[in-house]
């Protein structure tokens, strides 16, 4: 089967059957399920029931192995002999060239998966994060981050190739790489954005029903969100046409284990207030972590959507205060929220200039005063709101502090409320 195609490798049938089961990695599958989700009705099949139901045995009379099944129950030395390129290694890293120890394993593949996490358990520092009377550990690899990429790539990698899936553990990153590109038209760019695809599908569907990865397309996302609410880095993905690669960032420096604190800090803090943040969100508020301002295009760069659903992020964002727009139509954009900068002011990587904001909105008032005919020489809450592209709550504290300045004077009450250039109403009056 070529790289790249669609037919469904995990799906074939074997010229094995129920001999070549391991009774230990039924068990376990019933752990996984039982642990994940104790109410399934699965856990009510008998053994023959239970495999037949999730696809790893065929239903007809010789109850032969898919060899998704033989990979998630066979018994190891029947994978070996079979399955030759299924293998999976573990490299703890001293340097980028040199390692300490490393393991090779052909186990099946939840067993595998349990051998793995063993392997990284041990290195993988806390930091602890203080909230109030609250403490809260983060590792430097979320557990369920680094299990979701490994089973990624134990699932969507390429069977007919040789070679197996890495997962090098260095002080301050681990990569997991697998054989076999992306497949189905998804790569680096769109991979939070496009609808799932798997080149084992069976494998895939198995994993899922017994809730050991996240439903089809949500897995990356969580992986992307779990980091990122840590106050560390979103995952790296690098790819070729033999290959992919992920890659998660401790934080680490050499002073020990590290994370953005003021970012964990205020999502945490968001979250125990009710206020939960979307992956759509974070990876906004990222973004301006590092840059000062973010238009529309770019936002669909990140957040890997359309247009329409970018819009809807960034304005319900506006809409909660986490951002302020600022400017023109054309050229408007999108800044951190005054709450939310004053709570991240230590993250950010540059100081937003407020005076000189309101000097420039204040100064497109008045030059919009005195360009306008006599009879129209009036703005109102709405005028200021589409002159500006700010908040209604932005353009009445606009309009007070001109007030307060003597520089405009208000006229009516509620939302028929007008202002003047104050030497004008008193021309008026008079």
Known sequence: MPSGSLEDYSALLLDRGRDSVDPLEVERLRRVLKAKEPGSDLLELDDQQLLSRLGIASEDQDRRLTIAGLLLVGQEDIIRRTLPGYEATYLHMQTDTDYDRRIDSRRPLLALLEQFTEAVEPHNKLF????????????EFPQEVYREA????????????????????????????????????????????????????LLAEILQRIRLVERAGMGVKRMYHIMISYGKEPPAYEAGEDYIRVILRSGRTEAGPSVDEHFARFVASEQKAGRELTLHDLLVLTYLKRNREIDLTEAERILQRGEGETREAINSMTARS?????????????????????????????????????????????????????????????????????????????????????????????????????????????
């Open 128 to 139: 602890t994060l203080k909230l109030g009377m609250f403490h809260f550990e983060i590792p």
């Open 150 to 201: 490994l089973l990624n790539a134990l699932t969507h990698r390429d069977y007919t190739r040789p070679g197996p899936v890495y997962v090098r553990h260095f002080p301050d990153r681990l990569e997991v790489s697998n054989p076999g590109g992306f497949c189905g038209g998804v790569n680096v760019n769109n991979i939070l954005g496009h609808e799932p695809v798997s080149r084992n599908r």
């Open 322 to 430: 986490l951002l302020e727009p600022f400017g023109h139509k054309k050229g408007r954009v999108y800044r951190l929220g005054k709450r939310v900068y004053a709570q991240l002011r230590k993250s950010v990587g540059y100081q937003i200039f407020r005076r000189a904001e309101a000097a420039y909105a204040e100064g497109t008032i008045m030059t919009y005063l005195e360009e306008m005919p006599r009879d129209r020489a009036f703005v109102t809450n709405e005028i200021v709101r589409t002159l500006l592209r700010v908040s209604p709550t932005q353009s009445h504290y606009l309009l007070h502090n001109l007030v307060k300045k003597g520089k405009l004077s208000m006229r009516g009450r509620g939302r028929g409320t007008r202002y003047y250039k104050a030497r004008q109403l008193s021309l008026l009056d008079n």
